[in-house]
C-alpha cells in the first residue's frame, strides 16, 4: 500500500526537518518546500494527500498558497502559524484550510491533528463504506458514499467537512444545535478549534445554497446556532 505523502511547507529548514522526522517515524512520506511557490510546484509534481502550510513566507504567502492550492482541488491544508489571533484563523478557514496550529507546537500534536483531518477525508472501508448515506430535498443532495453535493441539478464543489454539516444538520430538519455541539458531531472530540469554525462554514455553505428552494433553509437561530429548517410539506 502507497504511504500517505505530506507536503511541508515552511521557510524555517529546522521546523521542517523536525516535522519531517516526527511524520517519517509515524509511516508517512514528507516532501519539503520552502516557499509558496515551490510549495506549489510541488504540489502538481507529486500530488500529496495533506499540505502542512505556514503563512509567513517568502515569493507566495501561505494565504495565496493556501487559496491557490483549494482552487486545484480538496487536498486537505492545516495552516502553521505564529499569529493566534482569531483574524487569522478565521482567514485561514475562509481560503479553504481544514485545521490551523499555532507555534510553537508540539509535535505530537501536529501528528494528532494530520490524524483527525485525514480521517476525516477517508471514507470508511469495509461495511460502511457500502452504506448510503444519501439525503435529498428539493433541488438538493448530499451524498456522503461518495462526498458529493449537488444543488438544482449540478454537482457544487464542497469540501469534506462541510458535506459533514450539511448532512448532519438536514438529517436532523427542524431541530436547533449550538455550535459546540455541532464541533463534537461534526468534528468530533479530536478537534481543537474553537466555534467560529462553525460560523465560516454555513457562511460558505450558504453562498452554494442561498435561494435555491423556498422549501428548505439553512437558518440561524440567534444566541443558540443553527438549524436545517424544512417546510412541512417540503
Not at 189 to 199: L, N, P, Q, V
Request: hydrophobic residues 40%; charged residues 35%.
Amino acid at each position: 500500500m502507497d504511504k500517505i505523502k505530506i507536503l511541508i511547507v515552511d521557510d524555517d529548514k529546522n521546523i521542517c526537518e523536525l516535522l519531517r522526522l516526527y511524520l517519517e517515524k509515524e509511516g508517512y512520506e514528507a516532501d519539503l518546500a520552502y516557499d509558496g511557490q515551490q510549495a506549489l510546484e510541488k504540489f502538481a509534481a507529486s500530488k500529496p494527500n495533506l499540505v502542512l502550510l505556514d503563512v509567513m513566507m517568502p515569493k507566495i504567502d501561505g494565504w495565496e498558497t493556501c487559496r491557490r492550492i483549494r482552487a486545484a482541488g480538496d487536498v486537505p491544508v492545516i495552516m502553521l502559524t505564529a499569529k493566534g489571533e482569531t483574524f487569522d484563523k478565521v482567514l485561514g478557514l475562509e481560503l479553504g484550510a481544514d485545521d490551523y496550529i499555532v507555534k510553537p507546537f508540539d509535535t505530537k500534536e501536529v501528528v494528532a491533528r494530520i490524524k483527525a483531518v485525514l480521517r476525516r477525508y477517508t471514507v470508511s472501508a469495509g461495511a460502511e463504506e457500502q452504506e448510503q448515506k444519501v439525503i435529498s430535498y428539493d433541488k438538493l443532495s448530499v451524498d456522503l458514499t461518495r462526498y458529493e453535493l449537488k444543488v438544482d441539478g449540478r454537482v457544487v464543489d464542497a469540501p469534506p467537512k462541510e458535506l459533514e454539516l450539511l448532512y448532519f444538520l438536514a438529517s436532523h430538519p427542524n431541530r436547533v444545535f449550538s455550535r459546540d455541539q455541532l464541533l463534537d458531531e461534526v468534528w468530533g472530540f479530536e478537534y481543537y478549534g474553537d466555534s467560529r469554525t462553525i460560523d465560516v462554514h454555513v457562511k460558505r455553505l450558504r453562498e452554494k445554497l442561498e435561494g435555491v428552494s423556498d422549501q428548505w433553509n439553512l437558518k440561524t437561530v440567534w444566541s443558540v446556532g443553527y438549524k436545517f429548517e424544512v417546510k412541512d410539506d417540503a
